[in-house]
């Protein structure tokens, strides 16, 4: 049996046996979360800009909503004019599609965006 061993820059250890490549992947150091967030990143601000905004949009859907059903919105955003919910289960979404109509001009008027049209979405349970 050949042992054949070689690094290449990706810090990847590669071995051979017989045709057989093995990849170990060699452990750095690892780094807190809060210091990668303070890096200064475009696409890091971009995705919190990005969070801040369907964060937003989320807690404006569920205020217009009825506690009961407040409790099932899992997510909520704003694309081109489309207002999409994600809910726990198709009952719950059965119940939200009947506000819809009150629902768009509400949550419409609260954030100062004119929404077309809205879209519910059963969000699968993690």
Request: positive net charge; glycine residues 6%.
């Amino acid at each position: 049996m050949q042992k054949n061993s070689t690094q290449n820059k990706d810090f990847r250890t590669l071995w051979s046996y017989n045709c057989v490549t093995v990849f170990r992947v060699a452990m750095q150091k690892s780094k807190p979360l809060s210091e990668l967030m303070a890096i200064p990143s475009r696409a890091l601000k971009d995705l919190s800009a990005r969070l801040a905004a369907r964060s937003q949009v989320l807690d404006a859907v569920r205020a217009a909503l009825p506690a009961k059903l407040a409790v099932h919105v899992i997510s909520a955003g704003i694309d081109e004019g489309r207002l999409t919910i994600g809910v726990s289960g198709g009952v719950w979404a059965s119940r939200l599609r009947y506000s819809s109509a009150g629902l768009r001009k509400t949550v419409g008027e609260s954030l100062k965006i004119n929404i077309l049209r809205v879209q519910i979405r059963v969000v699968p349970a993690l």
